[in-house]
């Protein structure tokens, strides 16, 4: 089973920039779709943005052109550049391996006023 670490979340004031990374465990990484997704407590996961094989990009619309995924299949690795970021993306940001369905822990993300 692929394993999932996410690291690079935390706190910043609105306006600013985050980085998160994601690394798998294993080299198969690289025929998968890969996403990010946001979870507020109580509320349901959603799609933040997803990357195809071929780097095909999609983004929710609340982060269209401040949001950028990226990945690295050398490094096993797919990042999201936050920029522009405002209190409402405060939430658990997740990564996911969308073709099999395989879950991070999450970091948690906070955006103060």
């Known amino acids: 089973q692929v394993q999932l670490v996410e690291s690079g979340g935390g706190l910043v004031q609105a306006g600013g920039s985050l980085r998160l990374s994601c690394a798998a465990s294993?080299?198969?990484?690289?025929?998968?779709?890969m996403g990010w997704y946001r979870q507020a407590p109580g509320k349901q996961r959603g799609m933040v943005a997803t990357i195809s094989v071929g780097g095909n990009t999609m983004y929710a619309d609340s982060v269209q052109g401040r949001f950028t995924i990226s990945r690295d299949n050398a490094k096993n690795t797919v990042s999201l550049q936050m920029n522009s970021l405002k209190p409402e993306d405060t939430d658990g940001y997740y990564c996911?391996?969308?073709?099999?369905?395989?879950w991070g822990q999450g970091t948690q993300v906070t955006v103060s006023s």
């Open positions: 996911k391996d969308v073709t099999r369905g395989h």
């Open positions: 294993r080299g198969i990484f690289s025929m998968d779709v």
